[in-house]
């Protein structure tokens, strides 16, 4: 499973899927933090929990969350220059 558990502490929701935090950063959802992995070439998104984020979640699960697929790559190249400027 590629979702680490909400921190119940900081209400967060952390996932190394990359596809799936474009998905979420399309829709408005800010990155809070990116953590590197130790070991590969890993990296674990940081968001803000919230019941619209769970809402997306689903819809993302259920095939349902739908992107425009300009912003998607925008967003997917985004990323990726922050995972590897902050390496």
Do not use: C
């Amino acid at each position: 499973m590629n979702e680490y558990p909400m921190n119940s502490n900081d209400y967060t929701y952390r996932t190394n899927d990359l596809s799936q935090a474009v998905a979420l950063v399309v829709h408005g959802f800010l990155v809070r933090d990116i953590e590197r992995v130790a070991y590969g070439n890993k990296a674990v998104f940081i968001f803000n929990r919230s019941k619209k984020l769970d809402t997306a979640l689903s819809q993302y699960w259920a095939d349902k969350l739908l992107v425009n697929p300009k912003s998607y790559f925008d967003a997917m190249k985004h990323l990726k220059t922050r995972i590897y400027s902050e390496a």
